[in-house]
Every structure is written in structure tokens, then in C-alpha cells.
Nanobody
């Protein structure tokens, strides 16, 4: 599975962005998908994840109620809709895929995209 993230950019606080992660590979629909982010000088952190069926989603407390993860298995794409963005959301956002048991742990994912930069100005 190869992953390509896109949709990052510069936005003012309170604004919105939608990230996309396009996947190649026939088994995409069977993989759990996750978004992680890494801010300058900080460790990578979990943002959101979704099971292969799309029926179960998981969020970090810091983004709950503001971000929404979804997937379209017909298009081999997962999305991260980010609303009410804050300066502290500034980071490189990466998507990941895998047959994951614990969606919160980056080490459980098998495949990673290259990341897309999100910058939120105050």
C-alpha cells in the first residue's frame, strides 16, 4: 500500500482545511487508517483513526469535536476534515494504514505517507 497525503496549507485560526490521503493497493479497504501529526520540536502524536468498515472512529482529545475522519473505500481515500483550527494544530500531518489492533499507536501501522504541512496563524 502506498499513501499520498495532500490538502495542507496556511489558514487563519478558526478556519478549516480538509486533508486527503489517497492509497494504492487492492487491500486498502481492509486496512485501518490513521492520521498523526508532528509539530516542530515535538513528538509525533495520534490525531484520528478509522476502522476499515468506517463504522468506528477514534480521536485525540485535543481534536475531538473539531476534526472528522472519514473514508471512501471506492476511491481508496481517507479524509480529515479540520474545523475551528487553532495555532497549536500547526504540524506536519501524516496518514498511515495497516491491520491495526490499537489505532492510537503509531508503531502498529505498516504503511505511511509523506506528510502534508498545516500551518495555522493566530
Amino acid at each position: 500500500v502506498q499513501l499520498q497525503a495532500s490538502g495542507g496549507g496556511l489558514v487563519q485560526a478558526g478556519g478549516s482545511l480538509r486533508l486527503s490521503c489517497a492509497a494504492s493497493g487492492r487491500t486498502f479497504s481492509r486496512h485501518a487508517m490513521g492520521w498523526f501529526r508532528q509539530a516542530p520540536g515535538k513528538a509525533r502524536e495520534f490525531v484520528a483513526a478509522i476502522r476499515w468498515s468506517g463504522n468506528s472512529t477514534y480521536y485525540a482529545d485535543s481534536v475531538k469535536g473539531r476534526f472528522t475522519i472519514s473514508r471512501d473505500n471506492a476511491k481508496n481515500t481517507v479524509y480529515l476534515q479540520m474545523n475551528s483550527l487553532k495555532p497549536e494544530d500547526t504540524a506536519v500531518y501524516s496518514c498511515a494504514a495497516g491491520y491495526v489492533r490499537n489505532l492510537y499507536y503509531a508503531r502498529e501501522y505498516d504503511y505511511w505517507g509523506q506528510g502534508t504541512l498545516v500551518t495555522v496563524s493566530s
